[in-house]
């Protein structure tokens, strides 16, 4: 019970207002040690309640009368504008019995606007490194007074290329008092580092490994033969399976406005979220959803970072996500709070290994389905390794007697195999999870 922890009474009272009954686990874990001023680091998934475990205790710590502000006290950093909208969004949920303050500041809205929003001195600041910095660089921001800073979704805002903007803003925050760090994953030696140089003494509460992923949530693969193939399994989905609202993934913003024309095409009520859409698109895409008006996203991963709406309850993954970790992101879109989720990953020939790796990582094995009205003849590889993976095909040894000619064509044939993809095609995901071999260009992170 919330009422069990040491909260003034506001802000149960808020909590009570948004009908939050259990804590999750995160809370549960979280809540005592951030109300104790504890430095914190903490790995939870998204859709775990992680917002609600660091913005209860900071408002607890600034509840008290009205007052004339002077100084920005709290400082929360994100690397998406979407999931900096959402992390206020939850900030004036709970501080609505209280006179506490927030202000946002990320890229794609007016540089004054926020400027005039800072000079009113908001008690809790949230937002973007990028735009942040901006701001500092501008004379428009004065954090040494800040007490507590949280770093939400660490670990991508490093992915993202932000380190030295955030370093930045850590320096520019001396006399800090409390910092928390979340992040989605254990990450790698970035991260380990940012946490070596940013926490003091901090208790490390790891509620989720990776791989326990929202147990709500179920996961299953369709095989393909091809993309096109691809298009008529989402068609037939969309159009049977039971859901209230779906996002559909894919790797690159050409595909996901491919998919997007087709839907729009057939009368389906859609918005497309990728890196190249406008700020005013993409919040357009997320209301609309959350409101309903809007049934289905198509999405690429940045543009998806951080998204929460309600009733999301279908994940399908058009192109398969290039790491362990980025499938986690994706699918933890679905199944929050409880909810029951179905994840659907489409498979083609030419991912089915990287499929293979990403149910190791999890330690999960997929739930294979198949569709008869959309049956395509690619049902997976012929046989596979112990690992899951295809096993190539191997090149019988020629018989090179006496023939001249038949040893120089099959020299050149062996040179032409060798020059071809091979049939088993090499890991793209680490023991960490992270993808070291990229195929594709990825989507360059949203300039915020
Ligand atoms: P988060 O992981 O912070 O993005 O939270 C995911 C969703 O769960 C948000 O919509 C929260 O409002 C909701 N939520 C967080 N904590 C609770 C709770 N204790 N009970 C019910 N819903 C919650």
């Not at 009368?65 to 998406?80: D, E, Y």
């Not at 949530?217 to 859901?243: F, G, P, S």
């Amino acid at each position: 019970m919330f009422s069990e922890f040491a909260l003034h009474e506001r802000l149960l009272k808020a909590v009570a207002e948004l009908k939050f009954v259990e804590p999750t686990p995160v809370q549960a874990a979280a809540i005592p040690l951030a109300l104790q001023g504890r430095d914190l680091r903490v790995t939870a998934q998204t859709g775990s309640g992680k917002t609600a475990a660091f913005v209860l205790p900071i408002l607890n710590r600034l509840i008290g009368p009205a007052k004339i502000r002077v100084s920005i006290k709290t400082l929360i950093l994100l690397p998406t504008r979407e999931l900096a909208q959402q992390t206020l969004k939850e900030v004036e949920r709970f501080s609505q019995f209280t006179f506490i303050k927030a202000g946002l500041i990320t890229g794609g809205e007016d540089f004054k606007v926020q400027a005039a929003m800072l000079r009113k001195v908001p008690d809790i600041l949230i937002g973007t490194p990028g735009r942040m910095i901006e701001q500092l660089n501008a004379g428009n921001l004065d954090l040494k007074e800040v007490e507590v800073l949280v770093l939400d979704e660490a670990d991508r805002m490093l992915d993202m290329g932000f380190a030295d903007d955030v370093q930045r803003l850590v320096e520019e925050c001396p006399n800090r008092q409390q910092t928390m760090l979340f992040s989605a994953t254990t990450g790698g030696s970035g991260l380990r580092e940012m946490v070596a140089k940013v926490l003091k003494n901090p208790e490390h509460l790891q509620l989720n490994a990776v791989s326990q992923l929202n147990e709500t949530t179920r996961q299953q693969i369709i095989t393909a033969d091809h993309n096109q193939h691809k298009e008529q399994i989402v068609n037939w989905l969309l159009a049977n399976e039971t859901y209230q609202k779906a996002i559909i993934f894919t790797n690159t913003r050409a595909m996901a406005d491919r998919i997007y024309g087709r839907l729009v095409a057939q009368e389906y009520k859609a918005f497309v979220l990728h890196g190249e859409k406008d700020q005013k698109d993409r919040k357009l895409a997320i209301d609309r959803l959350k409101q309903g008006g809007v049934k289905i996203l198509v999405a690429t991963d940045v543009a998806a970072r951080g998204l929460d709406v309600d009733g999301l309850d279908l994940v399908i993954n058009f192109d398969m996500p290039r790491s362990g970790d980025e499938y986690v992101h994706r699918i933890g879109r679905t199944g929050r709070a409880g909810n029951d989720g179905l994840a659907i990953s489409l498979i083609c020939h030419g991912d089915w290994n990287l499929m293979s790796s990403i149910e190791r990582y999890l330690k999960q094995s997929f739930e294979r389905r198949t569709i008869k009205e959309v049956k395509g003849t690619y049902g997976g590889p012929k046989k596979v390794k112990a690992s899951g993976k295809a096993v190539g095909v191997k090149k019988k040894k020629t018989d090179a007697k006496g023939d001249k000619k038949k040893v120089a064509a099959k020299t050149a044939n062996k040179r032409k195999t060798t020059n071809r993809p091979k049939a088993e095609a090499p890991s793209l995901v680490s023991k960490d999870g992270m993808a070291p071999l990229k195929r594709r260009k990825p989507e360059a992170p949203a300039a915020e």
